[in-house]
């Protein structure tokens, strides 16, 4: 069964550019998350889907960011206007429908995102 | 505010001796404690937990210790292999299914 994948892998724009990050989760899973690392922090969360739905989007930085995730599938996240400050590792990750205890989390190999 | 901290960025450690990885927590809501392993170029992906009313879970070579006075947990690797030469995320969960993140720690089992 295929997991988590992410497209590009990586991705160098320029300041004032858009950049657009895809996610396709695992098949059956409802929930989808993305998260952002920037070099060397921890793993911060940006926002959570359960199907089409965004469920929690507290994470998400600024208004620059916009999430869809349309039709409950595959996601996308724009960054637009891209600043600097934007470069890290994105990460989407998806689970099964249902959301307390042990549900696990599969993460994709993430997106590298350099912004100069 | 970091709610959970790893403060040792790396460790290095001898093949078949035992790999200690540290983690500290700050908010008396988490309940549920995750350990993720990472290589380079992949995600993360999940080790192993324990829940706040265990002290311990162990699973093969890999033991997770819990202390709730202190709010500190650990990850035991015994024997340790070369192949377990990754970053390292402890996590926690407090009435959300959304983990908080540590920074990580860089394994590097030596040959």
């Known amino acids: 069964e295929a997991g988590v994948t992410q497209f590009p892998s990586h991705s160098v724009i320029e300041k004032g550019q858009t950049v657009t990050l895809r996610c396709d989760p695992i098949s059956g899973h409802d929930n989808l998350y993305w998260y952002r690392r920037v070099m060397g922090k921890e793993i911060k969360f940006l926002l959570h889907?359960?199907?089409?739905?965004?469920?929690?989007e507290s994470g998400m930085p600024n208004n620059r960011f916009l999430a869809e995730r349309t039709g409950g599938t595959y996601s996308t996240l724009k960054v637009q206007p891209a600043e600097l400050e934007d470069s890290g590792v994105y990460f989407c990750?998806?689970?099964?429908?249902?959301?307390?205890?042990?549900?696990?989390?599969?993460f994709g190999p993430g997106t590298r995102l350099t912004v100069l | 505010d970091q709610q959970v901290k790893q403060n040792s960025p790396s460790l290095s450690v001898q093949e078949g001796r035992i790999s200690i990885l540290n983690c500290d927590y700050t908010n008396s809501m988490f309940d549920y404690f995750l350990w993720y392993k990472k290589y380079p170029a992949e995600g993360p992906t999940f080790l192993i937990s324990?829940?706040?009313?265990?002290d311990k879970n162990e699973d093969g070579r890999f033991t997770v210790f819990l202390n709730k006075s202190a709010k500190h947990l650990s990850l035991h690797i015994v024997p340790s292999q070369p192949g377990d030469s990754a970053v390292y995320f402890c996590a926690a969960r407090g009435g959300s299914y959304i983990p908080t993140f540590g920074r990580g720690t860089s394994l590097i089992v030596h040959p």
């Open positions: 990750a998806s689970s099964l429908p249902g959301t307390r205890g042990t549900n696990e989390q599969f």
């Open positions: 324990i829940s706040s009313i265990k």
């Open positions: 889907f359960v199907k089409e739905s965004k469920q929690d």
